[in-house]
């Protein structure tokens, strides 16, 4: 059965919007705006230090409710315990090491934590704090609690903290935490069953340089393969990214980006990793072809020079079948599951998902994830859609979701391809 898609479901939802009182606070701003352009209805749960950062009277404009931080508002109404039954989703950006410490305790001193507690939908926490109060014992003996009664506790990001200090503990950037709070409303919780696996990802379209100013490119975003990181990295597995052009994107939180530009820097780079990672997902749109050689000056339109107007052709090496011939070689280990790419908009005889069906048989990998790009969708798009077939001649319709909502699936079919083995 087709989901819903974002923007329709999100007209009903109700959304709680809890907020720690961290200098990260601001950035709640941006998550409840989000929510509220969706159509979804919010309403914001702050802690008393939050307000210290952010005023009441700007989340009640963005949120268009009432904001309370005590159970002893509206007692009559007892919204300490209705706010929390009538969600349908809790996400709390940012989350404190004290906040999450309070929660994992089952504490309910405040409206926040009383709403948390009562609740029985999906709840999303965004930690943010200094990289020391993330890799503390007892924040990560928290984190465990948390993730073990069911509350999905999102990896933070590594970057600029509060004064000159870097590292583990930034919050995400807000498009990445509404892209997996509605992936947990999708019912795409992630697990966190992958702290075991490396995962290589390629991501990105590749460039193919005619002059330092031109180049052959392609339309992808490189959105589709930095969801997948972020899945991945969601559920515990260690990800390393080789990006193509992803210039426009956010860091994929927990994992490490490798940049290339050209197919065979791609190339190189994949085959210095591949063995060392048991799941391959190759995602990145690169480039079949490159000039044949590419000038040292920018080529100047109206000279006698035709390199503009013949540009000679040659193939780029092919890095799936590569990767796939390197294990059938014994360079890679044979349990490693492979997951290739196919963007195809059919023809006169042949629909995309038969183009899909001969090109896994032809590349030999794993899984392929089949979509229609006919007109250039997908490209540059947030949400996506196909078909993910297999070398067991398994087939599942991926439905219309955002492509964080497709990433999950395509590791339940990396799951069901090492069930399989």
Same mark, same amino acid.
């Given at each position: 059965m087709a989901r819903v898609s974002d923007q329709r479901r999100s007209e009903c939802d109700r959304i709680v919007v809890g907020v720690g009182g961290g200098i990260a606070a601001y950035k709640a701003c941006y998550v409840i705006r989000d929510f509220t352009e969706a159509g979804a209805q919010v309403r914001v749960v702050p802690t008393e230090s939050a307000l210290r950062f952010v005023g009441a009277a700007t989340f009640e404009a963005l949120s268009g409710n009432p904001v309370s931080t005590t159970v002893f508002d509206d007692v009559d109404e007892v919204q300490h315990v209705r706010i929390g039954q009538e969600a349908d989703l809790i996400v709390i950006a940012p989350a404190t090491a004290d906040l999450m410490a309070r929660i994992a305790q089952g504490r309910a001193d405040d409206l926040l934590t009383a709403t948390v507690l009562v609740a029985?939908?999906?709840v999303l926490i965004v930690p +943010?704090?200094?990289?020391?109060?993330?890799q503390n014992p007892a924040t990560r003996r928290?984190?465990?609690i948390l993730r073990e009664h069911g509350i999905t506790v999102m990896e933070p990001a590594h970057g600029r903290l509060t004064g000159a200090d870097s590292g583990a503990g930034r919050l995400p950037d807000p498009e990445q935490i509404t892209q997996l709070a509605r992936s947990l409303r999708a019912?795409? +919780?992630p697990r966190t069953d992958w702290s075991d696996r490396k995962v290589l990802i390629t991501a990105g379209g590749t460039q193919e340089d005619i002059d330092p100013v031109r180049y052959i490119g392609n339309r992808s975003s490189g959105r589709?393969?930095?969801?997948?990181?972020?899945?991945? +990295?969601?559920?515990?597995?260690?990800?390393?990214?080789?990006?193509?052009?992803t210039a426009e994107l956010p860091t994929p939180i927990g994992a490490e980006v490798i940049s290339v530009r050209s197919t065979r820097e791609m190339y190189d780079a994949v085959h210095a990793r591949a063995n060392d990672n048991d799941t391959i997902l190759m995602a990145a749109a690169v480039s079949d072809f490159r000039p044949e050689s590419s000038a040292e000056n920018k080529l100047k339109k109206g000279s006698d020079d035709d390199a503009l107007t013949t540009v000679r052709l040659v193939e780029n090496p092919d890095i799936l079948a590569s990767v796939v011939d390197a294990r059938h070689d014994g360079k890679l280990n044979a349990e490693t599951v492979i997951v290739g790419f196919a963007a195809e908009t059919g023809d006169q005889e042949h629909t995309p998902l038969e183009m899909g069906r001969a090109k896994l048989r032809r590349k030999g990998c794993d899984v392929l994830m089949v979509n229609d790009v006919a007109g250039g969708a997908v490209f540059g798009a947030t949400e996506n859609a196909g078909w993910l077939v297999d070398k067991h001649g398994d087939e599942r319709v991926v439905a219309d979701g955002s492509k964080l909502d497709v990433a999950f699936q395509i590791l339940d079919a990396v799951d069901r391809c090492m069930q399989d083995r």
């Open positions: 029985t939908c999906p +943010a704090m200094h990289t020391e109060m993330w928290n984190v465990r019912g795409f +919780a589709q393969g930095f969801a997948l990181a972020e899945a991945a +990295a969601q559920r515990g597995a260690q990800v390393t990214v080789v990006a193509g052009n």
